[in-house]
């Protein structure tokens, strides 16, 4: 039954704006905390905006004996947001620091007659650096979008000459503590918990050994896994 193999995507719903009425589709009820988290995994708004995969499900071929037809998993851009920034909150978690470089050539003096273990040693400095900037570059990141987000500069005021109360006032990005940055990404890695994606629900469950279907949980608009064809006698 060739109507069962192809393979494609079918989208659900799209951002805000000029793809509802161009595509016909509803749109992204939360897409203002998935913009916001997305930004701080690095995709730009857009990128976002214009994803052709914003969220829908892939459709993929059967292959059991005996049923010919096509699953439909979810595929949406909240989840996929929101593992990137829950891996990217672990490895910050991590607190990785730069090796000392100075133990490190000292090390390399004490061992230079044993080739095995200043490789080891050697690839053991490179890993721990390498760990060290990724935090350093994750935290980079994030201290731009959270200051762009939710800080504004000292001398900001309304139309009404008032301060927004929301809003706290920073000089620059480079004036926020690396609490601050980590506690907002908390904060929005938890509103897209709780509104949308109810992830680390879903993962709790598989680590304790139950089937979850892959899907935003919280969204009343999510796409389903479902299947579709027919058993062939």
């Known amino acids: ?35 916001v988290c997305a930004q701080l995994v690095g995709i730009t708004p857009q990128t976002l905006a214009n994803d052709p995969l914003f969220c829908g499900s892939d459709i993929k071929p059967i292959q059991n004996t005996g049923f010919d037809g096509v699953i439909e998993v979810p595929d949406t851009a909240c989840l996929r947001v929101h593992e990137r920034l829950h891996d990217m909150l672990h490895e910050v978690n991590q607190n990785a620091t730069r090796p000392d470089s100075e133990t490190l050539q000292r090390s390399l003096e004490t061992w230079s007659s044993d080739a095995v273990t200043t490789s080891v040693i050697q690839q053991a400095y490179d890993s721990a650096l390498a760990k060290a900037q990724a935090r350093e570059d994750i935290i980079a990141l994030w201290r731009n979008v959270v200051y762009d987000t939710f800080y504004i500069p000292e001398e900001y005021v309304n139309d009404a000459g008032k301060q927004e109360p929301h809003v706290a006032p920073v000089k620059c990005a480079e004036d926020l503590t690396e609490e601050q940055i980590v506690l907002k990404v908390r904060e929005c890695e938890q509103a897209l918990e709780t509104q949308v994606t109810g992830l680390r629900k879903r993962k709790e469950k598989i680590h304790d050994g139950y089937i979850v279907p892959r899907k935003a949980t919280h969204c009343p608009q999510t796409p389903i896994e479902s299947q579709q064809g027919a058993y062939i006698d």
């Open 1 to 35: 039954m060739a109507r069962f193999g192809a393979e494609g995507f079918t989208p659900k719903n799209v951002p805000p704006g000029p793809r509802t009425k161009r595509e016909n589709l509803p749109a992204c009820p939360h897409y203002s905390i998935i913009e």
